[in-house]
């Protein structure tokens, strides 16, 4: 079976400062990772997946989560916040199209609040 | 506009009343999804379907509920005699067989309010 967790409900920063956002996952196989980013009212739209090519991976604006498996982490950060990236962010895992076909489970969100 | 469509976006009902739901997937896409996200959750898996074959219920998939996606092209969520635990979004999303990396494509979403 597969979990993530991600630490922490809700994350504030300034403009201008770090994002780090945490998640933790658990799978019995090799795992594909994302982060998708939802704004209110809105579906989910893909930030970045991790596929055991590069342990950095780099998504869209300007964020990027390094694949840790040591530690079973997929952080997500991005170094200069903008007011734009407030909205709630998952992590997700699948076993790509293996027998669970490629469903994906997610971690229970963060939202991001970006104060100017 | 080639992106995952569902209709309604939003929708009210009493407790009792049956409701469905359409998805209509990125047209070249033979995977689609079901997914409920409650309040404060992140999205939780339904249900599957590989063309016209529904091939996983989720547990949470009470008999009350059923999916189609009769020509393997849209599908339909229907729920019936609605419970004020049914209010949730529910999210549908596509992909492609033979991608590698079978990335999920979501759509906006059906809000569903069960008064």
């Known amino acids: 079976a597969q979990s993530v967790t991600q630490l922490g409900s809700h994350v504030s920063v300034s403009e201008g400062a770090l994002v780090l956002l945490r998640c933790n996952y658990s799978s019995s196989v090799p795992p594909y990772l994302f982060w998708y980013v939802q704004y209110p009212n809105q579906g989910l739209q893909l930030l970045l997946k991790?596929?055991?090519?590069?342990?950095l991976v780099k998504g869209i604006n300007g964020f990027e989560a390094e694949f840790k498996k040591s530690e079973t982490s997929f952080h997500l950060t991005k170094p200069s916040a903008h007011m734009s990236d407030a909205a709630e962010y998952f992590c997700a895992v699948s076993d790509g199209a293996g027998t669970s076909y490629g469903k994906l489970t997610f971690g229970q969100g963060t939202i991001l609040t970006v104060h100017p | 506009d080639t992106g995952v469509s569902q209709n309604p976006r939003h929708k009210i009902t009493k407790r009792g009343q049956n409701v469905t739901f359409r998805c209509d997937p990125i047209s070249e896409h033979n995977r689609l999804y079901w997914y409920r996200q409650t309040l404060g959750q992140g999205p939780e898996f339904l249900t599957y379907f590989q063309n016209e074959a529904q091939l996983e219920k989720s547990r949470l998939l009470s008999d009350r509920f059923s999916a189609e996606r009769p020509k393997g092209s849209f599908s339909t969520l229907e729920i019936q005699r609605t419970e004020q635990g049914d209010s949730a979004m529910y999210l549908c999303?596509?992909?492609?067989?033979?991608?590698?990396?079978?990335?999920?494509?979501f759509g906006p979403g059906t809000r569903l309010t069960v008064l």
């Open positions: 991790y596929t055991s090519a590069a342990t």
């Open positions: 999303a596509s992909s492609l067989r033979g991608s590698t990396y079978n990335e999920q494509f």
